[in-house]
């Protein structure tokens, strides 16, 4: 459990995301096109219609990640609290039990062993059906989150004219440079919050 704690306070929005818009080669030149032809104009670059989102600042200021790892956080601090509160009172009956065995009969003794012996395994089962719960809600939550920011950002790509939207983080740097200029970070989280806080407002009427 402690470990399953452990790896949830680690979580982050690690997308991966190719909004593509439209071909990497709709505006490069035909391979047919005559290269005497002084009169064809140079094709645009393609550089400002690839563009990226940092994952970092995503998941620091999209206020939907935030609410959802809030509320991952929060069940698992009560998950760890409700074991907690049931070992120590295992602890307690088995010290119990400890210091009540050399006045018990051996059929007592057995039963009472056999009884913490069961209780046990309940805790045990009890610590692992917690952490399957908490992984299981935390899938849930963070898929929802994703396709929330790819339909956002399918759109986003489709009005701005966008081929490919990358994304970039330090701590998983499969870009190794990115050039500020084509950072987009800024306008989707803006985007992203202002239709989150729709829905939140449309979800309470």
């Known amino acids: 459990m402690n470990r399953f704690l452990s790896n949830l306070s680690k979580v982050t929005l690690g997308i991966a995301l190719a909004a593509g818009a439209s071909s990497c080669n709709q505006n490069t030149p035909s391979s047919t096109a005559s290269k005497s032809d002084s009169t064809t104009a140079p094709a645009a670059p393609t550089a400002e219609k690839i563009v990226y ?11 939907y990640f935030k609410d959802a790892r809030a509320r991952l956080e929060s069940k ?5 609290e409700n074991l907690q509160a049931k070992g120590q009172a295992f602890q307690r009956e088995l010290a119990e039990a400890e210091q009540k065995a050399p006045t018990m009969s051996a059929s007592e ?9 069961r209780k046990q395994q309940e805790l045990a089962q009890l610590n692992q059906n917690a952490s399957a719960s908490l992984a299981q809600d935390e899938q849930t939550e963070m898929t929802a989150v994703y396709n929330a920011i790819t339909d956002y950002l399918t759109k986003h ?3 701005k004219g966008y081929q490919y939207v990358l994304t970039y983080s330090k701590t998983n740097p499969a870009v190794i440079y990115a050039d500020e200029k084509l950072d987009i970070t800024k306008e989707v989280v803006e985007g992203l919050n202002k239709e989150y806080k729709a829905k939140k407002a ?3 009427k």
């Open 53 to 63: 989102v940092n994952a970092d600042t995503l998941s620091e200021k999209y206020e």
């Open 202 to 204: 449309a979800d309470k």
């Open 109 to 117: 003794r057995q039963a009472t062993e056999e009884r913490l012996a």
């Open 157 to 159: 790509a489709k009005e």
């Open 76 to 80: 698992a601090k009560k998950a760890q």
